[in-house]
């Protein structure tokens, strides 16, 4: 069964340093989201893709956080320099488009935790 | 911004044991969905509704799109220990908006 990659699974960093993670959704899924996950929490949509597009980036820290899908495949999310409060899990997803729609039914991968020092 | 309220936070359940579980918004829903996240894992989804009085299953689990279109709730029936997991609910206020998720609720077997 198809599923959504992502690397590295865990990563520890410290304050001001540069971290990247990254994400290969299901092939065929035009739409892919990333999220930020902090713990006892439900997942915060950052940033949303549709091919290499960005659809919805209203939620992502823009001084610090970057995102892109050069190709319309894989993803890359950026922070740079990290800060303690960006210690979370970071989840990636992707859906089909179905005409004009984007589908309910995202898959996510099983993300990354970032544990920042 | 919308926000959902999920409750309870957390329960203890015997197996066996039917749970319920609800979420309600201050704003209005046209889409709700119900998701459960394992240890390590993503979000996994359960079922969606999408229209007010809706009611879905999936094997064991019943899900009810509210009248109101404010709220949802989710039952698992006769529970066994791969229930335990903690449950989203998620919705969207047009096919247009983002999906927004409660804070979830902590499913754990009572020993």
């Known amino acids: 069964e198809a599923e959504v990659a992502q690397s590295p699974r865990y990563k520890i960093t410290e304050k001001s340093q540069a971290v990247a993670f990254w994400c290969d959704p299901i092939?065929?899924?035009?739409?892919l989201y990333w999220y930020r996950q902090i713990l006892g929490q439900g997942p915060e949509l950052l940033v949303q893709?549709?091919?290499?597009?960005?659809?919805?980036d209203s939620q992502l820290p823009k001084d610090r956080f970057s995102a892109e899908r050069l190709k319309g495949v894989d993803s890359t999310l950026k922070i740079q320099p990290a800060e303690l409060g960006d210690s979370a899990m970071y989840l990636c997803?992707?859906?089909?488009?179905?005409?004009?729609?984007?589908?309910?039914?995202?898959?996510f991968g099983p993300g990354t935790r970032l544990t920042v020092l | 911004g919308q926000q959902l309220n999920q409750s309870p936070q957390s329960m203890f359940i015997q197996e066996g044991e039917d749970v319920s579980m609800n979420c309600t918004s201050s704003?209005?829903?046209?889409?709700w969905l119900w998701y459960k996240q394992e240890p390590g894992e993503g979000p996994v989804l359960l079922i969606a509704?999408?229209?007010?009085?809706e009611l879905t299953s999936n094997g064991r689990l019943t899900a009810q799109f509210g009248i109101t279109r404010k709220d949802s709730f989710l039952n698992i029936s006769a529970s066994i220990p791969s229930d335990v997991g903690i449950y989203f609910c998620?919705?969207?206020?047009?096919?247009?908006?983002?999906?927004?998720f409660g804070s979830g609720t902590r499913l754990s077997i009572r020993p």
């Open positions: 998620a919705g969207r206020v047009s096919s247009a908006s983002k999906i927004i």
């Open positions: 509704l999408y229209k007010a009085g």
């Open positions: 704003s209005i829903f046209n889409t």
């Open positions: 997803a992707s859906s089909l488009v179905e005409g004009l729609a984007v589908t309910d039914t995202q898959y």
């Open positions: 893709f549709q091919d290499e597009s960005v659809v919805d």
């Open positions: 092939s065929g899924h035009a739409t």
